[in-house]
């Protein structure tokens, strides 16, 4: 079992900066990856970044890269969301979940992750 704990969100004027954190319990923090997804009112859940175990390798979804960093603190069992120049179509609730599989690569879907954190609503104002 996992759980996980979302917290940083809030409204921010477009432009602006927030960063998420997501705290995880459970298992070796260090032996599975982590992503983070989105969703907005009347959409589909979306990816947004993934790690590593180890940290050294991430994905992007198109709509972030360059602006979104996804980082990880082992030591603190903590994956963060940097995130700025912030858009109105940012406005969502973000979600950090845990793969446990081991298995490589970007890994997008929602189904590829076994466990998940209750959401932050993040909104941006134009």
């Known amino acids: 079992q996992v759980q996980l704990v979302e917290s940083g969100g809030g409204l921010v004027q477009a432009g602006g900066s927030l960063r998420l954190s997501c705290a995880a319990s459970?298992?070796?923090?260090?032996?599975?990856?982590m992503g983070w997804f989105r969703q907005a009112p009347g959409k589909e859940r979306e990816f947004v970044a993934r790690?590593?175990?180890?940290?050294?390798?991430?994905f992007y979804a198109d709509s972030v890269k360059g602006r979104f960093t996804i980082t990880r603190d082992n030591a603190k069992n903590l994956v963060y969301l940097q995130m700025n120049s912030l858009k109105p179509e940012d406005t969502a609730v973000y979600y950090c979940a845990a793969d446990l599989s081991l298995s490589g690569g970007a890994r997008r879907r929602g189904n590829d992750y076994e466990y998940w954190g209750q959401g932050t609503q993040v909104t941006v104002s134009s």
């Open positions: 459970g298992r070796t923090f260090s032996s599975y990856a």
């Open positions: 790690i590593s175990r180890s940290g050294s390798i991430t």
